[in-house]
């Protein structure tokens, strides 16, 4: 089992920025790949961005590439997602996710294991 709890998330106007974290726990020495997703209010659940095991490949969702950046700190068990130029269509629930093997990796339902999510909420 894997347990993810995210946190960061929160108000803010457009143009700002913020940075969620996601804390891993468990088999994490098991995870085959992490991924943050988000789902706005009426909307299906959306692949945002994807890390791979080793951390040295990430594959980011046109609506935020060169906004988002998604990074890690092994050490901590920690992903992070750091949110910039944030707009008002990035308010969501965002997801923490882990798979332990692979697949469709822009499919939620690979994903076994999920955090609580966080809410984002962009004020224009």
């Known amino acids: 089992q894997v347990q993810l709890v995210e946190s960061g998330g929160g108000l803010v106007q457009a143009g700002g920025s913020l940075r969620l974290s996601c804390a891993a726990s468990?088999?994490?020495?098991?995870?085959?790949?992490m991924a943050w997703f988000r789902q706005a209010p009426g909307k299906e659940r959306e692949f945002i961005v994807g890390?791979?095991?080793?951390?040295?490949?990430?594959d980011y969702a046109v609506s935020v590439k060169g906004r988002f950046t998604i990074s890690r700190d092994v050490a901590k068990n920690t992903l992070y997602l750091q949110m910039n130029n944030l707009e008002p269509e990035d308010t969501a629930d965002y997801y923490c996710?882990?798979?332990?093997?692979?697949?469709?990796?822009?499919?939620?339902?690979?994903?076994?294991?999920w955090g609580q999510g966080t809410q984002v909420t962009v004020s224009s």
């Open positions: 468990g088999r994490t020495a098991s995870i085959y790949q």
């Open positions: 996710a882990a798979r332990l093997n692979g697949g469709d990796y822009l499919a939620a339902e690979t994903y076994a294991y």
């Open positions: 890390i791979n095991r080793l951390g040295d490949s990430t």
